[in-house]
């Protein structure tokens, strides 16, 4: 028997642990056709179909994540807690992805996520936005646009297996 849908998150679950997470792992399909994994600060936007959390990142436009993306516009992402089997929880999200590299929207993002991961304060300096600003325009956003989801919580199973 399947206890497959025991362990499934909610969609409001995965709003809450996405936003608690802090990094996610990207995988793009490398040019020799083999899994290129990076690690990615993102920031969740509740800009999906009927409101569903959307996640964006950025990263410079010469990495071989864009060049990956460039050739096949799709992504595997994993965020992903717990050190134990009984704590273990996760989302995997299947994506096409849209990159972005319309400058102010760019300084938008880097915003968004100097403010995350850095502090409000951090984002709001005059010298932080010129930061950012001139990184933005090196840099691609990419939004990720979930096709399919996978996601699991062990906790909720009460240790018993």
Not at 36 to 65: I, N
Not at 93 to 120: H, N
């Amino acid at each position: 028997m399947s206890r497959r849908g025991q362990i499934q998150m909610t969609d409001d679950e995965v709003r809450s642990f996405l936003g608690e997470e802090r990094t996610v792992i990207c995988a793009t399909n490398g040019v020799r056709g083999l899994p290129h994994l990076m690690p990615l600060w993102y920031v969740v936007r509740d800009t999906g179909p009927d409101g569903a959390p959307e996640l964006w990142a950025w990263t410079f436009g010469k990495s071989q994540k864009i060049k990956n993306l460039e050739r096949d516009p799709r992504a595997t992402l994993q965020v992903e807690a717990g050190t134990e089997y009984h704590l273990l929880r996760g989302v995997m999200l299947e994506t096409d992805v849209e990159l972005v590299r319309d400058v102010d929207a760019v300084t938008q993002l880097g915003l968004e996520i100097t403010a995350r991961y850095g502090g409000d304060l951090a984002a709001s300096s005059d010298e932080a936005k010129q930061l950012i600003a001139a990184q933005a325009a090196k840099r691609v956003a990419m939004r990720f646009v979930e096709t399919r989801r996978a996601t699991w919580d062990h906790r909720k199973l009460g240790g018993v297996y």
